[in-house]
Structures are given as structure tokens and as C-alpha cells.
């Protein structure tokens, strides 16, 4: 980020004070929050010493002592207004040529928690075969059920994975553990760890998962156990900071965009047909946009970023009859978090086992409000409502998210097996990094108003800038 100033060549040139705007919505984020907790020092040659060692950074590969800038413009990193050797960098991901724990006597577990998602199985299938196949480690535990398999009190035992019972469990949809929502006493947990011996344990889950996974290294920390934490994030909203993008979410927005596509033939084929499509999204709204940029044929997309209004000239009502008068039909892709300050009846408060706010569903609010509105002007409307949830969660991985899965899941053991703990593993840019948990649970991720993805969503869908 050096360049020409008033000083002369090769000097740093003052900040640019536009990038001085706050970035993002959570607290700012420095070199040391970014850096990755260790239990030790490593004390065995890795099986892959002799891969790793002598390789020299290039465009497709990232040495261990490299780091990975967390911004990608000048603009950003000279907005940070800090010495070049204090810039927020992540650790690389990818294999050590030194591990903390012994190859062939370490012993892991791996546990899927939260909602479903296209591509557990594929992490399941490949955090094994990694462990086998490059460590010489023979067999993993899967506890059952989330967190509830970590809890003798359920009853539920865990399974022994090992390469003949993964071979093709990535072929089918869902997990092959089980999952669950909800927090369990963490000693409790941490007990069953130590009881099965385990060295190493895997938590595939989303932000709440991820805060698990924390609490459950504090106490490992607190009892100075050995046992390393590593998780590979998963959320079908693409809504954990830092990573990149969630595994999941491509195959996700893929099969919704097949429902909007859907959408648009049945109002096509009415009178003043109204399709209104129900996506994932509970405060971000990444599977609508994405969906509807997919299939090219929403004319509204409503998400939890944004708002807008339902009456006015320039509400959404409007807009609809003038888009139904101009085309014939229109489709309105609605994230199942958006409009809720709209709607008059909440849930009064109540929410599930995570702990996440019951939500009202918005899209048939809207449709709905749709109904009324041409109903006191006595005209004509047939609607339609689609909701694709739990079908999109449910599906196998796309060969993209497929790859991705087992890249993550590979990285995710590597940084394991060299004793790295209380992280979780992502994609910068293609390159991999090691994220400690805390950073990725301090805030969540959202699609920027201002940014170049809503731009396309309005660009694409010829919606209004803003309809409030």
C-alpha cells in the first residue's frame, strides 16, 4: 500500500478518509483478534513434512509464516490508520510440518449441530478420510444428535466412523449423525470427551454452534486438558463474518432459485398473477438475493436489510400494480426475516432452542396485504406462495459446494492436528484461513445496502432504489 506522496516515492500516502467509515456493523477488528490459540508446541513430524517443507509462496499457495490481509483495497487498509506490521491479517490454512499430536494415537470426534444443510456429509466423509489417510489416524467417534450425543443423559452413544462406513455417505443429503438445537452444561460435556479419550473434536454448526464450541474450550482450558477445538462453520443464511462464504449456500440458493423460476410460470399462466417465493434468511437475506440473480424472473426482493413500506405511492403495493398493469404477472422473493417491523402481530416473544426469535411468516403477511389492497380496489389478482426451506436444506451438495466441503473439512484437520484450538476454518478470497471462534460470533454477517450485490439484486429485478 505504498505509493507517490507530497513526501516523495515509496512513502505511505495519507489515509484516505472515506475508507475511515465504520466497516460492518460489529466492533473493528485487529491483527490480535485474528490471531489463532495453540495448545503447545508441536513435538512430531508431520507425515506431510516433506510436501509442506521448501514450498515458496506463489498465486496458488500460501506458506505457513504468510498471512492473509483482511482487507482487499488500498482505501481499507490505509482506513485503519495503523502501522503496516499492526494490519488485520489471518493465518493461513493448510498442513504444518510439525504437529502437536502423535499421528498414529490420536484420537477425534466430530459432532453436527444446528439446522440442516446441503454438504454435512460431505464434511463427515472427508474430515475421516483426511484423518486416515494423511495422519494414520484409523477411526473417528461421531456423537449422535448435536450436543445432545455429549450428554450421557440422552442415552445416545456415539459411533465409530471409519473409511467403509463414510465411502458414500456424501451422496445423499442430510447428516448420518443426527443433529439437534440447544446448549448443554459444558462440563458435562467436556467429561464425555475426556471419558472417550478424545483429542480432537470437529463441531460442523452455525454461530450458535460456534459459541458451543467456545464454552466448551473455556472449560478445557480451565481444566489445562489437551483437547483441541476446530469448526468448520456451517450456515445455509451465509450469515458468519470472516469466512468467506458458508459450504451449503450455493447448492442452497440453487434449488431456491428452481422455485422462483417455478413461481414465474404459475403467475405467468393467471390473471394479474402474483407468485410470492419464501426463502431462508433470518437477518441476513443472501439465499434471496442470490436466488433471485440466479434465475433472472423475481420482480421484487425483499430482505431483512432493507425495508420498505407496504402503502404510499412508493410502497411496495404501488410498485406491484404497476409492474402487474406493465407485465402481467410479477414474482416477489421474500427472506423469512424480512418486514417483520411491518407486522402488527409478532410472535410474542417466543423462541426456539437455540434461542433465536420465533419469526411471523412475512411472506404471506405480504401476500396477504396483496389480497386486501386489490380486493378494496375490486380488481382481479390470483396469488401463489412458495416455500422452498426445508427442501433446499434437505438435498445433497452440488459438485461445487461438494469440492468446497471436503477443502474446508481437509483444513480443518490439518489445523487440528498441529495442536491449533478454539477456531474455525474459511475461505479468504481462495485462500484458506484458520478464524479464532470469537471473531466470527461478535457479529453477524449481512448484506450491505450500499454494496455491489444489492445493486445487482436491483438491477436485475428493475425494483425501485428504495421504497419507503
Known sequence: FLGPSAEGRGQPRPPCRQALRPIGSGPVVTLAD????????????????????????????????????????????????VPWEEIATFE??????????????????????????????????????????????????????????LDPATGLEPVVLNRESVADIHERGG????????????????????????DILFVVGGDGSMRGAHVIHEEVARRGLEIAVVGVPKTIDNDIPHIGQSFGFQTAFAKAAESITAAKVEAQGALNGVSVVKTMGR????????????????????IPEVPFSLQGDNGLLAHLRRRVADRGYAVIVVAEG????????????????????????????????????????????TLRYFDPGYTIRSVPADPADAVYCARLAQTAVHAA???????????????????????????????????????????????????T
Request: hydrophobic share 40%; with cysteine; glycine share 10%.
Open 34 to 81: 485474528l490471531q489463532v490459540k495453540t495448545l503447545g508446541a508441536p513435538r512430531f513430524d508431520s507425515p506431510l513434512a516433506s510436501y509442506v517443507e521448501g514450498r515458496t509462496t506463489n498465486q496458488y499457495y500460501v506458506a505457513e509464516s504468510d498471512r492473509i490481509l483482511m482487507d482487499d483495497t488500498v482505501e481499507l487498509v490505509q482506513g485503519r490508520n
Open 92 to 149: 493461513a490454512g493448510g498442513p504444518r510440518a510439525q504437529l502437536f499430536f502423535p499421528p498414529r494415537t490420536t484420537r477425534a470426534a466430530i459432532v453436527t449441530c444446528g439446522g440442516l444443510c446441503p454438504g454435512l456429509n460431505n464434511v463427515i466423509r472427508a474430515v475421516v478420510r483426511a484423518l486416515d489417510d494423511h495422519y494414520g489416524v484409523p477411526e473417528v467417534l461421531g456423537f449422535r444428535n448435536g450436543y445432545a450425543g
Open 175 to 198: 447428516t448420518v449423525l443426527g443433529s439437534s438445537r440447544g446448549a448443554r452444561d459444558p462440563g458435562v460435556m467436556v467429561d464425555t470427551l475426556v471419558r472417550h479419550g478424545i
Open 283 to 302: 437477518h441476513a437475506g443472501f439465499i434471496a438475493c442470490y436466488a433471485a440473480l440466479a434465475s433472472q424472473t423475481a420482480s421484487f426482493v425483499l
Open 338 to 381: 424480512a418486514a417483520q417491523e411491518l407486522i402488527a402481530e409478532a410472535a410474542g416473544g417466543a423462541t426456539d432452542a437455540s434461542g433465536n426469535a420465533v419469526l411471523v411468516d412475512p411472506a404471506r403477511f405480504v401476500l396477504e396485504r396483496i389480497r386486501e389492497d386489490y380486493g378494496a380496489r375490486g380488481e382481479e389478482v
Open 417 to 467: 492436528m498441529s495442536g491449533r484450538t478454539d477456531m474455525v476454518v474459511g475461505r479468504r478470497r481462495h485462500r484458506f484461513v484458520n478464524v479464532p471462534i470469537p471473531a466470527v460470533t461478535q457479529r453477524a454477517h449481512n448484506v450491505a445496502p450500499d454494496g455491489d450485490l444489492w445493486l445487482s439484486v436491483l438491477e436485475s429485478t428493475a425494483q425501485p432504489l428504495s421504497m
